[in-house]
């Protein structure tokens, strides 16, 4: 079983900066990638930015040029650093962890964190 815990999310004004951690506890042997996905009021929910294992990053158009994700394989943790945020980005963020379908003891299935508010003021 698998638990994500996120923080880092708030206000900020346009322009400004914020970070997102979150933290993967318990078996990630499975570990196929790890992302931000977000859901802003009255849309589905998207992918902001994804990590593979093998370290492969994918981001969102909206987003290329301004986020960064990255991971802290010690710690079990993934981050996104998000600058020059636009009041667009008001969402809640959500962390996923995504397992791979083979290997041993391996299943396919998608992890959620509890979901971060950020909030980008004009």
């Known amino acids: 079983q698998v638990e994500l815990v996120e923080s880092g999310g708030g206000l900020v004004q346009g322009g400004g900066s914020l970070r997102l951690v979150c933290r993967v506890f318990?078996?990630?042997?499975?570990?196929?990638?790890m992302g931000w996905y977000r859901q802003a009021s009255g849309n589905e929910r998207e992918l902001v930015a994804l990590?593979?294992?093998?370290?492969?990053?994918n981001y969102a158009d909206s987003v290329k040029g301004r986020f960064t994700i990255s991971r802290d394989n010690a710690k079990n943790t993934v981050y996104l650093q998000m600058n020059s945020l636009e009041p667009k980005d008001t969402a809640v963020y959500y962390c996923?962890?995504?397992?791979?379908?083979?290997?041993?003891?391996?299943?396919?299935?998608?992890?959620w964190g509890q979901g971060t508010q950020v909030t980008v003021s004009s």
């Open positions: 996923n962890f995504r397992t791979r379908g083979y290997g041993t003891g391996c299943r396919r299935n998608d992890y």
């Open positions: 318990g078996d990630t042997i499975c570990m196929d990638a």
């Open positions: 990590v593979t294992s093998g370290e492969s990053t």
